[in-house]
């Protein structure tokens, strides 16, 4: 077998990404189905979103105490196993258990423990693999999250136009494939040494840094305001224009992450040419209006278009903060990596949760849940300046 470089090592970790989106973003396309299927309200779907993030968030703050110990290399593997078993066990435990909707809390809490790991492992790991632009890289990685939304939707659509939307257990063992095959290739690939363990920050230097806090909340701003509208793209879709289940999650979710993605390939591509901080702060400014034009568009189309600006606006938010986080704290570690995640996944829980629960008050008005959650887009623009100001004092 040919020694693998640090290619081999970066390329698992797109494919890293790419489960990540599979397990976030399959089982938002069912919602209207497992409504149906299993009786459940909307109140039950939305925390079936607060749920898997919850769940991401707990491992973050548990991976900040173990992942050291036991090594990257066995994580990023437990990771994999665990995002195959919960997509096996959505398809099959909530149809083998009286409480149906017990089995898919279960079976979303198996695959959050793998998605929760991988948030706080791939990041690292390709940071410290030794790319010219970790900038660059960082975006380019990011990526393929939303490269992988898209292909979930678009082959997922494909698939329940061809063969009902009632096999869908079936598309569920398929995606199982993909973290399957990915976790024999990091049985091979070589993992780099993130920070030696005698320069690490140490968890209570880190605390005390009034920098890494900001970098906390600013991370919380970044998963609430892509997912307060990336979650519910396909049911704004379906409710606001009328569609069919298959034009909704192809007008919706598909056309945000295709935004999202096409905003961190083309920093990817020339960000060495960019300001990091000057584009987060344009982008934050586009998000705030994307979500201003989402929600309160008399016309459903420009709302739609709202959606895709905010996917594109957002693209940079959680990448770029991970990267001014690795600029900045140097020797932050695997704690630094592991807060960060754990605090994108905290907006990434709260975002969809408040656009929920204000769209359930509104009754059922999703564009109103929209416009409650457009505090994460303005604290992310007034953290930004706070953050360039400090920079520059």
């Given at each position: ?18 489960v ?7 089982a938002?396309?069912?919602f ?12 039950d ?11 991401q ?32 066990l959505?398809?099959e ?12 809390l ?7 423990i793998g998605?929760?790991?991988?948030e ?10 030794p ?6 890289e960082m ?8 490269w992988?939304?898209?292909?979930v939707?678009l082959?997922s ?7 009902g ?34 320069k ?18 600013m ?6 305001s ?17 569609v069919?289940k298959t ?34 702060i ?18 459903p ?12 606006s957002v693209g940079?938010?959680?990448p770029?903060?991970?990267?001014i ?20 996944d ?24 929209i416009?409650c ?21």
């Amino acid at each position: 077998m040919p020694r693998l470089s640090y290619e081999s090592t970066v390329r698992s970790c797109f494919v890293a990404y790419i489960v990540q989106a599979i397990i976030i973003n399959f089982a938002p396309l069912l919602f209207v189905t497992f409504q149906n299927t299993f009786s459940i309200g909307l109140s039950d779907i939305t925390f079936l979103i607060t749920f898997n993030f919850v769940i991401q968030l707990a491992v973050d703050f548990a991976s900040a105490y173990f992942i050291d110990r036991i090594g990257y290399r066995a994580s990023l593997i437990i990771a994999h196993l665990f995002s195959a078993a919960g997509l096996f066990l959505l398809s099959e435990l909530p149809f083998a258990i009286d409480n149906h909707y017990l089995g898919l809390l279960i079976s979303v809490a198996i695959y959050a423990i793998g998605g929760g790991l991988l948030e706080v492992l791939v990041s690292p790991v390709v940071e410290a693999c030794p790319t010219k632009n970790k900038e660059k890289e960082m975006s380019m990685l990011h990526s393929f999250y939303c490269w992988g939304f898209v292909t979930v939707i678009l082959i997922s659509t494909v698939f329940f136009s061809i063969f009902g939307i009632e096999s869908w257990r079936v598309m569920a063992k398929i995606w199982m494939i993909v973290p399957i095959v990915n976790t024999i290739s990091f049985f091979f690939v070589p993992i780099y040494d993130i920070v030696p363990e005698e320069k690490k920050m140490g968890k209570a230097r880190l605390f005390s840094s009034g920098t890494f806090w900001l970098l906390f909340f600013m991370m919380i701003a970044s998963g609430a305001s892509e997912q307060a509208v990336g979650q519910w793209a396909s049911a704004f879709a379906e409710t606001g224009l009328g569609v069919s289940k298959t034009i909704g999650d192809l007008a919706g979710p598909c056309l945000f992450a295709f935004m999202q993605g096409l905003s961190r390939l083309i920093f990817g591509k020339w960000g060495d040419r960019m300001n990091l901080r000057k584009m987060m702060i344009a982008s934050a400014f586009i998000c705030c209006m994307s979500y201003l034009l989402t929600s309160l568009s008399p016309n459903p189309l420009l709302g739609l278009a709202g959606c895709a600006l905010c996917g594109f606006s957002v693209g940079i938010f959680w990448p770029g903060t991970f990267s001014i986080a690795s600029s900045i704290l140097k020797t932050g570690g695997t704690a630094m990596f592991a807060f960060l995640a754990l605090a994108g996944d905290v907006g990434c829980s709260i975002g969809p949760t408040l656009t929920g629960l204000a769209a359930t008050v509104a009754g059922g008005r999703i564009s109103t849940g929209i416009l409650c959650s457009i505090i994460f887009p303005v604290f992310m623009l007034f953290a930004l300046i706070v953050m360039s100001r400090r920079e520059k004092g």
